[in-house]
């Protein structure tokens, strides 16, 4: 099995900046996708940001504001939030596309974190 682990939410004033951070840990034999989804309360959970391969797609929302990162020899996902804005106020969750194996893939998810866009 995969762990997530979830850091960096918190408050933070209209303008400002936060970076997120999702650490992978457990029987990874190779991530294949992470990703960033959020959910603000009384709304669906959206796709944020995704990066595969070294390439990334942003929510058309976020982007220019937010970039998504994995450096190449850590199992671990960024997300860079600038210019934050009070609709940005969500939980934000990681998502992983990960290998166990050679042959067989299973999508992991972050406990979730907190982000609180306000004056």
């Known amino acids: 099995q995969v762990q997530l682990v979830e850091s960096g939410g918190g408050l933070v004033q209209p303008g400002g900046s936060l970076r997120l951070s999702c650490a992978a840990s457990g029987s990874i034999f190779s991530i294949n996708a992470m990703a960033w989804y959020r959910q603000a309360p009384g709304k669906q959970r959206e796709l944020v940001a995704v990066?595969?391969?070294?390439?990334?797609n942003y929510a058309d929302s976020v982007k220019g504001r937010f970039t998504i990162s994995k450096p190449h020899a850590k199992n671990t996902v960024y997300l860079q939030m600038n210019s934050l804005k009070p609709e940005d106020t969500a939980v934000y969750y990681c998502?992983?596309?990960?290998?166990?194996?050679?042959?067989?893939?299973?999508?992991?998810w972050g406990q979730g974190t907190q982000v609180t866009v306000s004056s």
């Open positions: 990066i595969i391969n070294g390439s990334t």
């Open positions: 998502n992983a596309d990960v290998f166990e194996s050679r042959w067989a893939a299973r999508h992991y």
